[in-house]
């Protein structure tokens, strides 16, 4: 019989709906119930592409006498973390300071005030290298709370004082300067992998926020190290395993320091966070391999994430049927030589052993290898390369295919809509614009209320019940920005703009000008989570303060201004001594030491191709957070258009920074002259 979990909309809670665990969704229902019962709860965390969760759940949440044990003695708690950041990010900050780790599936023992008081993560279902088996963890905390009571309050009640201690307030610190810019970029250039790309060991995840500092750094300030460490990770991690070299896109992390085999999860937020990357590296460099990354990438999100009603899915799982019935991680993308052969036949199948570095004992289990490109590009036929792609990926399409999660995250949304529009405007692509239009229309659609405030997930054309955090303001904001000049419809404008006035009013400390990762008037959890590092995606606070400097740079306004300059005094604390951990936030620190740049294009209409060269030249600009207004003079619809004649009767481009303004120019060269300055 299906438990309280069936009528949820969260892909993750559903595959836990027919567990014998008699699971609650987070919920003050729950907590009462614990109250009545005087029982402990337990919380678990996860999300639906998670390995180790689909392990736990297999061998404990579906085992019948676990069950049982967990219904006596506990009231238990499913929380999928993607469509409740906030609380995750509260119990996932009181393991790491607790066990000095943490990770998914996160299991957390809670007071019925909500009060943690043990904690751990994966629990095997027997003794195993010193880890205690989950029975035996349950069998514990229940003898704990029977006989030490005072003990076990004394321990929750002393963790929550100490989380509450941990207030962060670098919201009055100056901006960061050129020193702690170039103090960040010495730490990466400490901490950078020269022979392999990217930073530190393994597992390795793709450093996408930095990557955008490190192209920002070298467009402002020619520093070639910067650029070659950009450069240099773009073309390893294009070249491995983490890399989907039939299929376009990117597993979430590379489990060793080589970037051959993937933890095959497929994530939409490093996706669009990627395209974005090679777009703007291909915008830098004209590296051929940039673009063809940042298309194919941008190519499978719409493929294979794009839902029926325009918006992304948050993510594909690492495992699949291997053809026989078991769940396997990596099942539809490895391949031994003899599958090789039965697609290709013999010839093409030894060519496309060499080309992808397929080997008889296997690069990853069981005599399998992951795809990779261990010889460069152009010493390869291409015209064989792509038949030999195409017909593995036909072949391929006919494996059981992972597991999609289905639901839509504003935030991550918003990322892929910057990403497409960018990248569809810069490779002449409308098709990825309208599909960034599409995602965009939903979440002001679906996501977005009467009064502007943002819902974090729907799925199937239905809105979820929780709030939107901050990265969902900022990260959906971010992704109109970019739309707005790409399009040159300043309704996108007008909509971030909504979005950047809740971040001041709610998610912003009045006095220290430091951001919460919840609003003021959400639901009250044992503390008010916040946190300014830059992990999987960017923090809400980075992500807030970038949006709020671009907004500030279209309409002028000081105060969004301000408060982007206040958020960003974290990075001057953080910036120095952990960049791998703020990219985003220097990112943006980047663009204001730029100004960042104002353009504006004029002309007769939109469709004049004068207008249109300008346009793409504004686009294409390197200049760090460049913003970008396109219209007619007569145009109301950006500020940055009004009072902007047309010159001799020809489209213009205007460009101004820090309250100058240069001659309008007429002249596509000029205008990317003064863009790359």
Same mark, same amino acid.
Request: proline share 6%.
């Given at each position: 019989?299906?438990?309280?979990?069936?009528?949820?909309?969260?892909?993750?809670?559903?595959?836990?709906?027919?567990?014998?665990?008699?699971?609650?969704?987070?919920?003050?229902?729950?907590?009462?119930?614990?109250?009545?019962?005087?029982?402990?709860?337990?919380?678990?965390?996860?999300?639906?592409?998670?390995?180790?969760?689909?392990?736990?759940?297999?061998?404990?949440?579906? @085992?019948?006498?676990?069950?049982?044990?967990?219904?006596?003695?506990?009231?238990?708690?499913?929380?999928?973390?993607?469509?409740?950041?906030?609380?995750?990010?509260?119990?996932?900050?009181?393991?790491?300071?607790?066990?000095?780790?943490?990770?998914?599936?996160?299991?957390?023992?809670?007071?019925? +005030?909500?009060?943690?008081?043990?904690?751990?993560?994966?629990?095997?279902?027997?003794?195993?290298?010193?880890?205690?088996?989950?029975?035996?963890?349950?069998?514990?905390?229940?003898?704990?709370?029977?006989?030490?009571?005072?003990?076990?309050?004394?321990?929750?009640?002393?963790?929550?004082?100490?989380?509450?201690?941990?207030?962060?307030?670098?919201? +009055?610190?100056?901006?960061?300067?050129?020193?702690?810019?170039?103090?960040?970029?010495?730490?990466?250039?400490?901490?950078?992998?020269?022979?392999?790309?990217?930073?530190?060991?393994?597992?390795?995840?793709?450093?996408?926020?930095?990557?955008?500092?490190?192209?920002?750094?070298?467009?402002?300030?020619?520093?070639?190290?910067?650029?070659?460490?950009?450069?240099?990770?773009?073309?390893?991690?294009?070249?491995?395993?983490?890399?989907?070299?039939?299929?376009?896109?990117?597993?979430?992390?590379?489990?060793?320091?080589?970037?051959?085999?993937?933890?095959?999860?497929?994530?939409?937020?490093?996706?669009?966070?990627?395209?974005?990357?090679?777009?703007?590296?291909?915008?830098?460099?004209?590296?051929?391999?940039?673009?063809?990354?940042?298309?194919?990438?941008? @190519?499978?999100?719409?493929?294979?994430?794009?839902?029926?009603?325009?918006?992304?899915?948050?993510?594909?799982?690492?495992?699949?049927?291997?053809?026989?019935?078991?769940?396997?991680?990596?099942?539809?993308?490895?391949?031994?030589?003899?599958?090789?052969?039965?697609?290709?036949?013999?010839?093409?199948?030894?060519?496309?052993?060499?080309?992808?570095?397929?080997?008889?004992? /296997?690069?990853?289990?069981?005599?399998?290898?992951?795809?990779?490109?261990?010889?460069?590009?152009?010493?390869?036929?291409?015209?064989?390369?792509?038949?030999?792609?195409?017909?593995?990926?036909?072949?391929?399409?006919?494996?059981?295919?992972?597991?999609? @999660?289905?639901?839509?995250?504003?935030?991550?949304?918003?990322?892929?809509?910057?990403?497409?529009?960018?990248?569809?405007?810069?490779? +002449?692509?409308?098709?990825?614009?309208?599909?960034?239009?599409?995602?965009?229309?939903?979440?002001?659609?679906?996501?977005?209320?009467?009064?502007?405030?943002?819902?974090?997930?729907?799925?199937?054309?239905?809105?979820?019940?929780?709030?939107?955090?901050?990265?969902?303001?900022?990260?959906?904001?971010?992704?109109?920005?970019?739309?707005?000049?790409?399009?040159?419809?300043?309704?996108?404008?007008?909509?971030?703009?909504?979005?950047?006035?809740?971040?001041?009013?709610?998610?912003? @400390?009045?006095?220290?000008?430091?951001?919460?990762?919840?609003?003021?008037?959400?639901?009250?959890?044992?503390?008010?989570?916040?946190?300014?590092?830059?992990?999987?995606?960017?923090? /809400?606070?980075?992500?807030?303060?970038?949006?709020?400097?671009?907004?500030?740079?279209?309409?002028?306004?000081?105060?969004?201004?301000?408060?982007?300059?206040?958020?960003?005094?974290?990075?001057?604390?953080?910036?120095?001594?952990?960049?791998?951990?703020?990219?985003?936030?220097?990112?943006?620190?980047?663009?204001?030491?730029?100004?960042?740049?104002?353009?504006?294009?004029?002309?007769?209409?939109?469709?004049?191709?004068?207008?249109?060269?300008?346009?793409?030249?504004?686009?294409?600009?390197?200049?760090?957070?460049?913003?970008?207004?396109?219209?007619?003079?007569?145009?109301?619809?950006?500020?940055?258009?009004?009072?902007?004649?047309?010159? /001799?009767?020809?489209?213009?481009?205007?460009?101004?920074?820090?309250?100058?303004? +240069?001659?309008?120019?007429?002249?596509?060269?000029?205008?990317?002259?003064?863009?790359?300055?």
């Amino acid at each position: 019989m299906p438990n309280r979990l069936a009528h949820e909309t969260s892909p993750y809670l559903l595959q836990h709906a027919d567990n014998p665990v008699d699971w609650w969704p987070w919920s003050e229902e729950a907590f009462e119930e614990a109250r009545k019962r005087n029982v402990p709860v337990l919380l678990s965390i996860g999300y639906s592409s998670c390995h180790w969760c689909h392990v736990m759940a297999h061998e404990s949440f579906e @085992d019948q006498e676990t069950a049982e044990y967990l219904n006596a003695h506990y009231v238990n708690v499913k929380v999928d973390r993607e469509e409740r950041p906030d609380v995750d990010a509260v119990y996932m900050e009181a393991v790491q300071a607790a066990t000095g780790q943490g990770g998914w599936p996160m299991t957390v023992f809670l007071t019925p +005030d909500a009060e943690p008081f043990y904690f751990g993560t994966y629990f095997p279902p027997a003794p195993r290298q010193g880890m205690p088996s989950f029975r035996q963890v349950l069998q514990g905390v229940h003898q704990a709370w029977d006989e030490r009571r005072d003990e076990v309050t004394e321990v929750a009640g002393k963790i929550v004082r100490d989380l509450a201690g941990r207030e962060i307030s670098y919201g +009055d610190a100056q901006t960061p300067g050129e020193e702690e810019l170039a103090q960040a970029l010495l730490g990466l250039t400490r901490e950078y992998d020269p022979q392999r790309g990217g930073f530190g060991g393994a597992p390795k995840f793709p450093p996408s926020m930095v990557l955008e500092f490190l192209l920002r750094h070298h467009a402002r300030t020619g520093a070639e190290g910067a650029l070659q460490m950009a450069q240099d990770t773009c073309e390893r991690m294009a070249r491995g395993g983490i890399y989907d070299q039939l299929g376009g896109g990117f597993a979430r992390y590379s489990v060793d320091r080589d970037w051959v085999v993937p933890h095959f999860e497929k994530m939409l937020y490093d996706n669009a966070l990627l395209c974005r990357v090679y777009a703007h590296l291909w915008r830098a460099t004209g590296s051929e391999l940039a673009r063809r990354v940042a298309l194919e990438t941008a @190519d499978f999100m719409v493929r294979e994430l794009r839902t029926n009603e325009g918006g992304f899915a948050s993510a594909l799982d690492a495992d699949s049927d291997d053809g026989t019935g078991r769940h396997v991680e990596g099942a539809y993308y490895v391949w031994t030589p003899e599958q090789l052969r039965e697609v290709l036949g013999e010839q093409d199948a030894d060519f496309a052993v060499r080309h992808f570095g397929v080997t008889e004992e /296997g690069t990853f289990e069981e005599g399998a290898s992951v795809l990779q490109l261990p010889v460069r590009d152009g010493l390869a036929d291409a015209e064989k390369v792509a038949s030999v792609r195409e017909r593995l990926l036909a072949a391929r399409s006919e494996r059981p295919a992972p597991g999609r @999660d289905d639901k839509v995250v504003a935030a991550w949304n918003g990322l892929a809509v910057a990403a497409l529009a960018e990248t569809g405007a810069y490779f +002449d692509r409308p098709d990825l614009v309208e599909a960034a239009v599409a995602a965009a229309d939903l979440l002001v659609r679906l996501h977005l209320d009467e009064q502007a405030r943002l819902t974090r997930t729907s799925k199937d054309g239905h809105a979820g019940a929780n709030a939107g955090v901050l990265e969902d303001y900022a990260d959906v904001a971010e992704g109109f920005l970019a739309l707005a000049s790409v399009t040159g419809e300043g309704v996108w404008l007008e909509f971030a703009g909504f979005l950047v006035d809740h971040v001041l009013a709610r998610f912003t @400390d009045p006095e220290s000008g430091s951001l919460y990762d919840t609003a003021a008037d959400a639901e009250r959890l044992i503390r008010r989570p916040q946190d300014p590092t830059d992990n999987a995606a960017p923090s /809400g606070w980075s992500a807030a303060a970038g949006a709020l400097l671009g907004y500030a740079a279209h309409t002028g306004s000081e105060p969004h201004r301000t408060a982007a300059e206040k958020a960003l005094g974290v990075v001057k604390a953080l910036g120095p001594r952990v960049p791998r951990f703020i990219g985003w936030g220097l990112a943006v620190a980047e663009a204001v030491l730029d100004g960042p740049r104002e353009v504006a294009v004029v002309g007769p209409s939109l469709d004049d191709e004068g207008t249109r060269s300008l346009h793409r030249t504004a686009l294409l600009g390197t200049a760090p957070g460049a913003v970008v207004a396109v219209g007619t003079p007569e145009s109301d619809e950006f500020p940055l258009l009004s009072d902007r004649p047309l010159v /001799g009767g020809e489209p213009a481009a205007y460009v101004c920074r820090n309250f100058t303004c +240069d001659a309008p120019t007429t002249e596509v060269e000029r205008l990317r002259a003064v863009l790359s300055d």
